[in-house]
């Protein structure tokens, strides 16, 4: 695909706090900082683009200082046109207008998630080779690294954070889906603005590691896209940054409520207990669940029935232990519930080998 000269909705700003919020000043003014710094590399004023976003020069000064999403984005879309470089300064050579918007198109016609990622990383490794990004699968975990090629000196933080917001944002629009991260690393200290970290990074953050990383689990992978060359298009007319926050939707979100259900049961005997596995509040799961068609209480009586019924035929645990690993806090309200699933108490379905309404066999 050529280069077109359309604004990529995916630009750098698409990483800093936004979605219903956008107006919420959360974004550390150490990233303007950085775009004043890639206007002096260049020997350019930034005078119009701090205009453009309503920045005061003497807010630069304040490491405490704060803009909002909205801000940010001016500021950037001003200084991307300016400049003619998408990366905002990052690399040892511009990414002129459009740049990543062919990067999108490389990735939209990928059968999955998957296969539209590994495009990205390749296609951003010949437009510039200052970094390297690469995906990996180890188990249930895909992890994006980048690695770094080149010093990239002052923007190092600004490029890293904006670059994995960049490929996470893009990844939740082509599936058309929040992806939930399972953690994020940097290879810097932690800044004065580490607070901000956890609303750019769903998940633990931790600095000082080996390179730059996020993970997520691997089944997004295997999602087919839900977008097409028209929506791109769309896409790309707009200024608009792509952010997470505003899919409310998690198309692996009912498979993820089951896997920890079933797997550590001690711990999500409430909602607030799995919400906060999940990285979420109670009142955020229980409507994406209500999006997906499902309810938290059923699924945790298909896991909880399913474990039981697992537990008492192939075991001969006493029922107490039976109902401890089933995620029940008492043998009594375990016996009240299963009944209520099999019409029999655990010992009558123990007894009659499966061969009960509702065993794993019948």
């Not at 490794?125 to 990996?136: C, K, N, P, V």
């Not at 192939?314 to 099999?342: C, H, L, Y």
């Amino acid at each position: 695909m050529t280069a077109s000269r359309h604004r990529i909705q995916d630009k750098p700003t698409a990483g800093f706090p936004g979605g219903p919020a956008r107006s919420q000043a959360l974004t550390p003014v150490a990233f303007v900082q950085a775009i004043v710094q890639a206007y002096a590399q260049r020997g350019k004023d930034p005078a119009q683009a701090l205009r453009s976003a309503q920045i005061k020069p003497e807010f630069l000064c304040d490491p405490a200082h704060r803009i909002s999403a909205l801000q940010m984005e001016r500021i950037s879309g001003t200084a991307m046109q300016e400049l003619d470089d998408e990366a905002l300064g990052w690399f040892s050579r511009r990414l002129p207008w459009g740049s990543y918007g062919m990067l999108a198109r490389a990735s939209i016609s990928a059968p999955n998630l998957g296969v539209a990622l590994q495009r990205w990383c390749r296609h951003h490794g010949l437009i510039t080779d200052d970094i390297r990004l690469q995906l990996t699968r180890t188990g249930s975990q895909a992890t994006l690294t980048i690695t770094e090629q080149a010093d990239l000196k002052a923007l190092r933080e600004f490029c890293l954070v904006s670059v994995l917001r960049n490929v996470h944002g893009l990844a939740c629009w082509l599936i058309d889906s929040r992806i939930a991260l399972q953690g994020a690393q940097f290879p810097f200290a932690a800044p004065a603005h580490r607070d901000v970290y956890g609303v750019l990074f769903s998940g633990p953050t931790v600095f000082e590691a080996a390179c730059a990383a996020i993970s997520f689990d691997a089944r997004y992978l295997e999602l087919p896209l839900r977008r097409d060359e028209v929506a791109l298009r769309h896409m790309l007319k707009h200024a608009l940054p792509l952010t997470v926050l505003q899919y409310r939707r998690d198309r692996l979100l009912v498979q993820r409520v089951r896997q920890a259900l079933s797997t550590q049961p001690a711990d999500t005997h409430s909602a607030s207990d799995l919400a906060a596995l999940l990285a979420m509040s109670p009142r955020t799961l229980h409507r994406q669940l209500k999006d997906e068609g499902a309810s938290l209480q059923t699924l945790k009586d298909e896991v909880r029935r399913q474990r039981a019924q697992t537990l008492l035929l192939r075991t001969d645990r006493p029922i107490k232990q039976v109902a401890e690993a089933s995620g029940f806090q008492n043998e009594k309200s375990f016996m009240r519930a299963f009944k209520g699933w099999t019409g029999q108490s655990p010992a009558e379905f123990r007894q009659g080998s499966g061969s009960a309404p509702g065993s794993p066999g019948g």
